[in-house]
């Protein structure tokens, strides 16, 4: 299953800064992300190549800089390995706007700073296959995820560094952020549903895992009994998932999120607790503050929040963290947002 948020974008290096004790590289900022890249590379031309060797961008300490990602030159994109592009400008200064040109097809590319590079590039998210859980069982899925639900996802504070601001007076929930798979049941007119992540399971097919767990829960029941259109969201954790970081010998589903489906938005924290308590669904995600805002706190600093001791297993480090407003924002949903620890991700690989 993949995620499709953008992997690869233009956008601006808004700072370059040396590296103590380093002569070769330096480290560029990219929106809330710190890269390491090659020393000059952004100052004067460096030859570069778009690498026709597959490699992992991950997260790697260089000279004690952490580095989170991979910058290369729009005159880069030129050396595509399987196309003819060539790169143009348009207008001047704060006006100037970029764009590759296929010399074949005669496409133009925008290269809007935003612009979703994913596909050009050939970009790939890499994902630890689940090794021993059937995500979709034999019978294969029932379709895809349903229209009328949304999928789970949240974006990075490093996305989004200006929340550090624009959210300062917000109060927000923060709570553990779990390394499983999600899993989405629903009850909608009647009907009871499962989802993975991107698509909806069938029912009655216990050779899928979410089935399997969720019926072993009675969780079809429980929603029956409520009896509102409602989708509970949760983390499938447990052996054969994302390595099972908590050690379980059997698997859980804990929710962390529920969508009113009629209302087309998530509740709220105190919204969310209400239901789950009235559906009588005891595995809930750990909840470190109720309230927290951000207090003048740079990006850096709420990823360093990330890092600490899961709840849910002695000694382990946790994933990160997820903020949710305790307030409906101006889209009609809380506003959420997640930070990953570096301690987890520098370990994890
Ligand atoms: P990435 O896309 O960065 O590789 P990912 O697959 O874990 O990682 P993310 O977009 O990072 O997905 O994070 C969102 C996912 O986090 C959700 O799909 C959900 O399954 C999971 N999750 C775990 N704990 C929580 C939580 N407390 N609140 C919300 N989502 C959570
Ligand atoms: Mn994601
Ligand atoms: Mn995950």
């Known amino acids: 299953e993949s995620s499709d948020r953008p992997l690869a974008y233009v956008q601006i290096i808004s700072d370059l800064k040396p590296i103590e004790g380093a002569d070769m590289i330096e480290v560029a900022t990219v929106l809330g992300w710190q890269v390491v890249v090659k020393k000059g590379q ?179 029941e429980l929603l029956s009994k409520y009896a509102k259109n409602v989708a509970l969201q949760g983390e499938l954790i447990g052996p054969g998932i994302q390595k099972n970081i908590y050690n379980l010998t059997s698997h859980r589903w804990v929710v962390f999120d529920v969508y009113l489906i009629d209302h087309e938005r998530y509740t709220t924290a105190a919204e969310r607790i209400e239901i789950l308590n009235e559906i009588n669904y005891p595995d809930r995600v750990p909840v470190l503050e109720k309230s927290w805002k951000f207090g003048g706190k740079t990006v850096g600093e709420v990823v360093k929040m990330a890092e600490g001791i899961s709840a849910l297993k002695k000694g382990q480090q946790r994933e990160g963290i997820v903020f949710k407003s305790n307030s409906l924002g101006r889209r009609g949903d809380p506003v959420s947002f997640k930070a990953i620890s570096n301690v987890y991700l520098l370990k994890q690989q």
């Open 42 to 220: 952004y100052e004067f031309f460096i030859d570069d190549k778009l690498d026709r060797n597959n490699f992992r961008i991950k997260t790697i300490k260089l000279r004690g800089q952490i580095s989170q990602g991979y910058c290369i030159r729009l005159t880069t994109l030129e050396t595509h390995p399987h196309r003819r592009l060539t790169l143009h400008s348009d207008g001047t200064g704060e006006e100037k706007h970029h764009y590759l040109t296929d010399e074949d097809t005669k496409e133009q590319i925008s290269l809007a700073i935003g612009s979703d590079l994913t596909s050009l590039i050939g970009i790939k998210k890499y994902e630890i296959p689940d090794v021993g859980v059937r995500l979709a069982g034999n019978a294969g899925p029932r379709g895809n995820f349903p229209s009328f639900l949304r999928k789970t996802d949240q974006e990075r504070i490093q996305n989004n560094p200006h929340y550090t601001t624009s959210l300062a007076d917000v109060d927000f929930e923060v709570s553990e952020k779990l390394e499983g798979s999600s899993v989405t049941a629903f009850y909608k007119d009647g009907k009871y549903g499962v989802c993975s992540r991107n698509l909806e399971l069938r029912t009655d097919d216990d050779t899928a895992t979410p089935v399997r767990v969720l019926n072993g829960l009675g969780v079809g």
